[in-house]
């Protein structure tokens, strides 16, 4: 649990830097393990003030997202998480829809090392992210997502979980 505190201390810390020279978002996704584990994920975005490959049909882009996740396990695998991610988005040109994708792959502190029959074998877990949806031109937000968390076999086991969520995101 020391662990758990002191990185949600350290990611609050880089988030709340990075969030202090641009604006923030909030995002909520609900979803589901390939165990049918209910997840519930709230999190915190910033979007980077940068842009690449711009062209007539996108660009590239990103933003940092910090976020707490619960786990609904049975009585005795529920979950806690946070994690802190930078995420790359390829978003689609678009006057007031555009479509974009997205892949990521950030860090990841469990409160447990078992979630329903899953053994994680530590607490600290990679998070890889995959994702599509749309962007409205107030900043909303609605997609999908596919996140796998592993430890890539730092310590054993290394059953790893992966969530499969909608989501949304507004600006604050």
Sequence with gaps: MNKLCTLAAFAALSLGQVMTA????????????GDSTMV???GLQSNWDASWWQTSVGRVTGYWDGAYTYW??????????LSFAPVFVY??????????????????AFSSTQL?????????????RIGFGLRFAGGQEIGVRAIHYSN?????????VESYALHYRMPL
């Excluded at 641009?22 to 589901?32: H, I, M, T």
């Excluded at 892949?103 to 990841?108: R, T």
């Design 116 to 128: 329903e029959s899953n053994e994680l074998g530590s607490s600290f877990q990679f998070e890889d």
């Design 22 to 33: 641009q604006a923030a978002d909030v995002s909520l996704s609900v979803g589901q393990t």
């Design 40 to 42: 519930y994920r709230l």
């Design 91 to 108: 978003e689609f040109a678009g006057d007031s829809v555009k479509p974009y994708i997205e892949a990521g792959i950030g860090v990841a």
């Design 152 to 160: 890539a076999g730092i310590k054993q086991p290394n059953d790893g």
């Design 72 to 81: 609904d396990g049975d009585e005795t695998a529920s979950n806690h998480s």
